[in-house]
């Protein structure tokens, strides 16, 4: 079993930087993929991101891709997601997930999910 723990939320203005964080418990960590998600008011919970156990493959939506970076720290059982040139449509609340045998977009896939940290984009 995993726990998730997102951080790094807030609220910024448009073009600005976030940086968030999800720290994972337990002593398996470097054997999941781990996965952003975001979910904004009144919409489906969509993908953003998502990285292999080794760090070695990373994924992206269309709507980050260049703006957005994740990596992760196995030695400290982290997974972050530097956000940059955020734009208003970013405003959301992000989820971490872990997959034990699949990285990528599908979200069904994903077992472990963090409970969320908002992030709000002022224009």
């Known amino acids: 079993h995993v726990q998730l723990v997102e951080s790094g939320g807030g609220l910024v203005q448009a073009g600005a930087s976030l940086s968030l964080s999800c720290a994972a418990s337990g002593r398996t960590f470097s054997r999941y993929s781990m996965g952003w998600f975001r979910q904004a008011p009144g919409k489906e919970r969509d993908f953003v991101s998502a990285?292999?156990?080794?760090?070695?493959?990373?994924y992206y939506a269309d709507s980050v891709k260049g703006r957005f970076t994740i990596s992760r720290d196995n030695a400290k059982n982290t997974v972050y997601l530097q956000m940059n040139s955020l734009k208003p449509e970013d405003t959301a609340v992000y989820y971490c997930?872990?997959?034990?045998?699949?990285?990528?977009?599908?979200?069904?896939?994903?077992?472990?999910w963090g409970q969320g940290t908002q992030v709000t984009v002022s224009s």
């Open positions: 990285i292999s156990w080794s760090g070695g493959r990373t």
């Open positions: 997930a872990a997959s034990r045998g699949y990285s990528g977009s599908y979200r069904e896939a994903y077992d472990y």
